[in-house]
């Protein structure tokens, strides 16, 4: 049995495999709508979503298999204070699959050690985001037609942020020959396990900078990120820092015609919602590729036998 806790559980090849299958859904949506009718879904989250929950859910569904489970933690048995392992062990009475989100680093990966059925991060603290950068992935692979050779700027919240620490992760060692402009304020830096461990130890090629303006005309794509107010230890630097950095169509001139804007949302106020109207805004589009990775995943770790 396999969990998802990190992209990096998948080799190169798994990762081309998954995404050529949510490809030939997203195609052919019709060929997997039984492929799980016998099977049930928990979600089990901890900390608020929109987006994730809720693609888990639809990919699910649209699979033809069940949903279950709470919303918060204050809907669940850990507001009397059971712990996550007991809690996936009871769950794994009810579930063939779970998806787990959790305010903590590493729960999931507790919950994991306590599961009888294949455990999915759907997102754990400040930490790691595995089914956003399997959406990213597809989504840049068919936007760009390859996830090798591309210059990656991240702009936002690269510190707090978990899709930023799961998507550089995936490409360095994943991928080769990506190149990353880092653009945010001096204090919201990527972790020093991001930079040392990942980047400087793999040799590559990337650049800190703070002005969203002098990274953009040297960009493939452009991962926007909002900053993570739940993460601030006080409100006084969240209000300093929410502003910084916001897109709007006069910024938008100095990209290049073929550069895609992403964005894992909610969206906040870093991209103006006149850039919507771009043909080069693909955050909504990403949205609908996420549906399609989920489909895919939940057949892979069901180890599911596809149809022709
Ligand atoms: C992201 C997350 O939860 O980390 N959202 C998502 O899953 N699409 C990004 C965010 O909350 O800013």
Known sequence: MRHLMSPLDFSVEELEKLLNLADDIGKNPKKYAHTCDDKRLATLFYEPSTRTRLSFEAAMMNLGGKVLGFSSAGSSSASKGESVA???RVVSCYADICAMRHPKEGAPLVASMASSIPVINAGDGGHQHPTQTLTDLLTIRSLKGRLDNLTIGLCGDLKFGRTVHS???????RYSNVK???ISPEELRVPSYIR???LEKNNVEFEEVERLEDALPKLDILYMTRVQKERFFNEEDYVRMKDFYILDKQKME?????MYILHPLPRVNEISTEVDADPRAAYFKQAQYGVYVRMALILTLLEVKLPC
């Open 196 to 198: 040392e461990d990942i």
């Open 180 to 182: 990353f402009v880092l």
């Open 167 to 173: 998507l550089i992760e995936a490409l360095v060692l």
């Open 254 to 258: 100095l990209a290049k015609k073929d």
């Open 86 to 88: 007991d809690t996936i």
